[in-house]
Nanobody, 128 residues
Framework: QVQLVESGGGLVQAGGSLRLSCAASGRAFRSASMGWFRQATGKEREFVAA????????VYTDSVKGRFTISRDNAKNTVYLQMNSLEPEDAAVYYC?????????????????????WGQGTQVTVSS
């Protein structure tokens, strides 16, 4: 069992930065691959980034490449999403998710069905 709690969301001006955190409970976190997804108002939830259990391998959706960075600290049971150069289009509720069955990044890592556990989400608002 893994419980996930996101934090770090808020209101930021376009061009600004935020760092989201996802604190996990349970030993399974350390061997789980982790993902960040987001859902804007009126839109479907979409993939943002994922990281392997080692933290070595990462994958991003095209729209955030070069602006967002996913990382993890297994000693702190926490995964992060550093978001720079934020755009109004990045405004959404951001969710972290854990895939405890597979610690590696695969083609499935971009899909919600790959993840067994989800946090409640944290709101990111970007003003233009």
């Amino acid at each position: 069992q893994v419980q996930l709690v996101e934090s770090g969301g808020g209101l930021v001006q376009a061009g600004g930065s935020l760092r989201l955190s996802c604190a996990a409970s349970g030993r399974a976190f350390r061997s789980a691959s982790m993902g960040w997804f987001r859902q804007a108002t009126g839109k479907e939830r979409e993939f943002v980034a994922a990281i392997s259990w080692t933290g070595i391998n990462t994958v991003y959706t095209d729209s955030v490449k070069g602006r967002f960075t996913i990382s993890r600290d297994n000693a702190k049971n926490t995964v992060y999403l550093q978001m720079n150069s934020l755009e109004p289009e990045d405004a959404a509720v951001y969710y972290c998710a854990a895939d405890v069955n597979l610690g590696a990044i695969t083609r499935d890592s971009k899909f919600q069905y790959a993840y067994e556990y989800w946090g409640q989400g944290t709101q990111v608002t970007v003003s233009s």
